[in-house]
Each structure stands twice: as C-alpha cells, then as structure tokens.
Antibody, heavy 128, light 113 residues
Framework: EVQLVESGGGLVQPGRSLRLSCAAS????????MHWVRQAPGKGLEWVSG????????GYADSVKGRFTISRDNAKNSLYLQMNSLRAEDTALYFC?????????????????????WGQGTLVTVSS | QSVLTQPPSVSGAPGQRVTISCTGS?????????VHWYQHLPGTAPKLLIY???NRPSGVPDRFSGSKSGTSASLAITGLQAEDEADYYC?????????????FGGGTKLTVL
C-alpha cells in the first residue's frame, strides 16, 4: 500500500524558515517524480514544486521561486521542501504527491504525469 | 489568477448531468499536455478522478468522464449523487523557458441541490 506521510509543519514567524518532509513507502521511491502541492485557507490547490526521480529536473511555482528548495533522498525514501523567507501568503496545508511519471523530466509534450497518490498534508501557518 | 480557468461553481439536482470546463492556452493544454481531474474535499487528500484527459482509474464510477479539445478540457458527471458534492480541479503542465511546470485550475465547487 502506497503511503505518503508529511511532517514538519507548524507556526512560524514571517521571514523565518521551515523544512517539510514526506516519508514514502509502498512503492519504489526512486522510480518516480514527486511534488508538493498546497492549499491556502479558502483557496484552491496550487502546485508548489516538483522533482524528477534523480533530481535532474526540478521546478517551482513563480510564487515560491528563489525562496523554496525541493530535494529528495532516495536512500531514505524521503522528499523535502526547504522553505525560507516565509510570508503570510505561504500559510497553507502542504501535500506531498507521487507522480505517475518515471521519465527524466517532470513532464513533456508526450508525457504528462498525474498525481496518483497524495499524503494527508501538513499545516504551515506563517504569522507573528 | 490560475493558468487554467474553471467556473467557480456548478450545481445540479440528483440524477442530472453537469459539466465542468477547464480552459487553458497554447503553452499548456494547447501545447499537447494531457489534462487530469481531481475530486477534493477540503482538508483531505485529493483523489484522482480522470487521467490522460479521458481515462478513469480503477474504482471511479463510469458516471465520470473527461474530454479534451484544443486548448480546453471538460469533466462530465452524469446521474448526480449527493456524494459527488465536492471541489473539482483540472491539472496539466505549462511550458516555460526552464521546462514543464505543474498547473491547476482554480477549482469548481459542485453543489448537489
């Protein structure tokens, strides 16, 4: 059974940092790309970042580029999101999602992977 | 402002059919990227509903169907049931100078009257 368990969320002051983790099990972690998706209170889903199986392709939403860093440790079956210079608008429930994609890139014109498994999310609140 | 545009809300009576549109552009859906659909109850994990524009994962009723044409896609739900009341999101990718990046629609709240 595929399981994705996020951790690391909490209350943090604006400008500070936080590191989210996602522990994966039930599948061959280093075969698949992984993503972070968030949902702010009262808002829709927002893609935050993705990383290919070998970390060769990483991508970020414009809203977090330069502040967030995605990484993975295939030996530990874990995905991470380092969040720096946090803002109030980063307050959200952060989901870890497994991609169906096994290719070298997050996606291409002839391969558009979907998110087939999701964690339950970890809540990040940025407030003074 | 989401890259993919969905209607904020749709509604229908039990047994009726509703459709949810997802409009993109030449840098995402129109570029050839597939569209996927998710059903979401706030605070819970989203559930994959349709992948590859028109395919249903195992366990998803055939009341749910998807299609794609040009720069748009749509999700149709027939025989509406109370349990279908949820938020629905389309998802694709957008091509940028730095590669393909994930994008979601703004979401559509389905109300079963």
């Amino acid at each position: 059974e595929v399981q994705l368990v996020e951790s690391g969320g909490g209350l943090v002051q604006p400008g500070r940092s936080l590191r989210l983790s996602c522990a994966a099990s039930g599948f061959t972690f280093d075969d698949y790309a992984m993503h972070w998706v968030r949902q702010a209170p009262g808002k829709g889903l927002e893609w935050v970042s993705g990383i290919s199986w070998n970390s060769g392709d990483v991508g970020y939403a414009d809203s977090v580029k330069g502040r967030f860093t995605i990484s993975r440790d295939n030996a530990k079956n874990s995905l991470y999101l380092q969040m720096n210079s946090l803002r109030a608008e980063d307050t959200a429930l952060y989901f870890c999602a497994k991609s169906s994609g096994e290719g070298p890139t997050l996606a291409s014109y002839d391969s558009s992977p979907f998110f087939d498994y999701w964690g339950q999310g970890t809540l990040v609140t940025v407030s003074s | 402002q989401s890259v993919l545009t969905q209607p904020p809300s749709v509604s229908g009576a039990p047994g009726q059919r509703v459709t949810i549109s997802c409009t993109g552009s030449s840098s995402n859906i129109g570029a050839g990227y597939d569209v996927h659909w998710y059903q979401h109850l706030p605070g819970t994990a989203p559930k994959l509903l349709i992948y590859g524009s028109s395919n249903r994962p195992s366990g998803v009723p055939d009341r749910f169907s998807g299609s794609k044409s040009g720069t748009s896609a749509s999700l149709a739900i027939t025989g509406l049931q109370a349990e279908d009341e949820a938020d629905y999101y389309c998802q694709s990718y957008d091509s940028s100078l730095s590669g393909s990046r994930g994008v979601f629609g703004g979401g559509t709240k389905l109300t079963v009257l």
